[in-house]
């Protein structure tokens, strides 16, 4: 029933959300209402039960495809009349969890419970084997629920974000993180440690820049045993902005003549093969349209600004043409999202904001409004964008859900985030 | 009634994969890549320094502390003509009998705004900048280095325009 009602809205949303630049607001009546139920004994940890209480109902609220019921409630794991139905609350859905310790793993049983019947539609457990990761399986029950009433996949919430951050004056740690930061584990350590990139879909592996050495040098770690690889060194500055889908080149932002430059690297000839060229800045660069082409961030016209070029190709086309400090972008199919600089100067509020546009067409979509709002990246979707925000003295990750047109903000408690990789 | 429930008792003792794998940590504090290798190869080419490496880093440290800063404007990186005689001290000073079997590297920093890889490219302009200009004063390029510190090394962290204005710099490192 819920599959049948929650199809067509999205399909409705859908048919007027065909461009995501087109704002949407959808009826928030129309989904789902779910409360969720602690049943956990009371001799495992409080603290634990309540945090993985609260990343259920983040998540779902994220998710945008529920209603949820904020309120903390427990019951029995068999349930009865009341614990069924919650009529004071009057859910369509409860979410009923379980936990249950044994050495470091932490099990989780979960019910999803009809609750205009009474009845229990799914029931499943689950395991994980660090207990540490708790959030992870948080967010993989999270999913499971999402994909049970049938809406758009969420499982971008089980990717492991890492990301850089400044600790003090040239000092960093590259972390690894859930997308809600309930989760962090420092994975790189000492000295200056930034711009992580994932190597692969499968998040077994990334690349970073380390400044340990005479000049920045790119490592590729192995996150299975911790094993480091160093890939290429250079003068200058040195960052690896993209990896291939098929994982076996890199684009580089190198400057071996002291000019920065975008480089494809081929990690089997470990040859590197210019890109761009121009005596200014070229960074950023993106692999879109099957690898075969890239978005990138240039000053060639006396500022910042987002431009695309064809691998085998000098000729390049400007892809923005709104704003005057346009620095730094991701691409997903035909959209852009991009962070431009609203004021000239450098002190009249400094706000960076995020745009999305369609190479289709050309209409333009705000998505933040206030603080430094940087470094973009799209998910596995193009509903998805996550972001540095930077607002008076806290940095944090940030969450767009396009369709939804909702923002949502992760804190970090120490340090400042440098750049992300989800 | 209940035949028709979707009673789907799912029992998938889901083990996330991956995720426990995810665990070594790098320390690169503790990596042979931290030292500076260059240090002990070049020491010997450096006849009017002692070769006592206390004597050798007073030196240095001398040298540095002489050597001026070079501002730049906001989200620039030309030389502005107030740091002209900036940079003519620094070329003296790098060519001064003490300095002049030294490298020199030329650091580039940026303030807080800004995307951090355009800041790093940034950054690198600046020092560049700065390398050039003091070529044009006769300081042999060979001996200049650059790197980009993109914003990650501030001289001051509070939050206004003087403070940003102290960020937005090259520095320089004496190198043996």
């Known amino acids: ?422 | 009634m209940k035949n028709i429930v979707l009673m789907s008792v799912a029992v998938a003792m889901l083990v996330l994969t991956g995720c426990s794998q995810k665990s070594p940590e790098v320390d690169t504090t503790k990596s042979a890549d931290t030292k500076v290798s260059s240090v002990s190869d070049s020491v010997g080419a450096t006849p009017s320094v002692s070769d006592d490496g206390s004597s050798l880093a007073r030196l240095i440290a001398s040298l540095e502390a002489n050597t001026k800063v070079i501002y730049f404007d906001f989200d620039k990186f030309n030389i502005r003509k107030d740091q002209q005689s900036s940079i003519e001290q620094d070329a003296v000073l790098f060519n001064s009998k003490e300095a002049n079997n030294f490298s020199v590297k030329v650091e580039g920093n940026c303030d807080e705004w800004g995307t951090d890889e355009y800041n790093y490219a940034l950054g690198l302009k600046r020092a560049k900048s700065v390398k050039d200009a003091l070529a044009a004063q006769g300081v042999n390029a060979e001996r200049l280095m650059v790197v980009s510190y993109g914003e990650s090394n501030p001289t001051c962290t509070d939050k206004n325009k003087a403070c940003w204005d102290k960020n937005r710099r090259a520095e320089f490192k004496i190198l043996p």
């Not at chain 1, 989780?108 to 399986?137: C, H, M, Q, V, W």
Request: aromatic fraction near 12%.
């Open chain 1, 1 to 422: 029933m819920f599959k049948k009602i929650l199809s067509v809205l999205l399909f409705v949303s859908t048919l007027f959300a065909a461009d995501a630049t087109v704002e949407v607001v959808k009826k928030m009546d129309s989904l789902p209402k779910i409360a969720i139920q602690d049943a956990t004994a009371q001799d495992v940890d409080k603290d634990l039960r309540i945090k993985f209480f609260k990343i259920l109902v983040g998540d779902l609220k994220v998710s945008s495809h529920f209603r949820v019921v904020e309120d903390y409630l427990q019951s029995s794991y068999e349930g009865g009349p009341v614990e069924n139905f919650l009529s004071d609350k009057k859910p369509d859905l409860i979410l009923r969890f379980k936990l249950s310790k044994s050495l470091e793993a932490v099990f989780a049983n979960i019910k999803l419970i009809n609750a205009k019947t009474g009845e229990t539609n799914s029931e499943k457990s689950y395991k994980i084997a660090d207990g540490s990761r708790y959030p992870f399986l948080a967010h993989k029950i999270s999913v499971d629920v999402n994909a049970h009433i049938g809406a758009p996949s969420i499982a971008w919430m089980e990717q492991f974000v890492i990301f850089a951050k400044y600790t003090q004056s040239k000092q960093s740690e590259i972390v690894l993180s859930d997308y809600t930061l309930s989760f962090q584990k420092t994975i790189v350590k000492g000295g200056l440690n930034i711009f992580p990139k994932w190597a692969n879909k499968i998040q077994d592996s990334f690349y970073y820049t380390s400044y340990a050495g005479k000049d920045p040098s790119i490592y590729k770690v192995e996150l299975k045993n911790g094993s480091r690889t160093k890939i290429v060194s250079g003068s200058g500055m040195l960052v690896c902005s993209d990896v291939s889908r098929d994982g076996k080149k890199l684009l580089l932002t190198m400057a071996p003549k002291d000019q920065a430059d975008i480089y494809l690297y081929d990690l089997a000839t470990k040859r590197a093969d210019k890109i761009t060229d121009y005596s200014g800045i070229d960074v950023s660069g993106s692999f879109v349209d099957n690898d075969k082409r890239i978005v990138f961030v240039s000053d060639r016209l006396g500022y910042p600004n987002i431009f695309a070029q064809n691998i085998n190709s000098k000729n390049v086309e400007q892809m923005v043409y709104h704003g005057k400090n346009n620095n730094s972008c991701s691409a997903f199919d035909n959209y852009i999202v991009y962070s431009s600089r609203e004021d000239k100067s450098e002190f009249g509020g400094g706000t960076f904001n995020l745009y999305l546009i369609s190479t289709q067409t050309d209409y333009i979509r705000q998505l933040t409004s206030t603080g430094q709002n940087l470094f973009p990246r799209f998910a596995t979707d193009p509903d998805t964008i996550m972001f540095i925000k930077n607002y008076k003295n806290e940095s944090a990750l940030g969450v767009i859900r396009l369709n939804a047109n909702k923002t949502y903000h992760f804190p970090l408690k120490t340090g400042k985030i440098q750049s992300i990789d989800w």
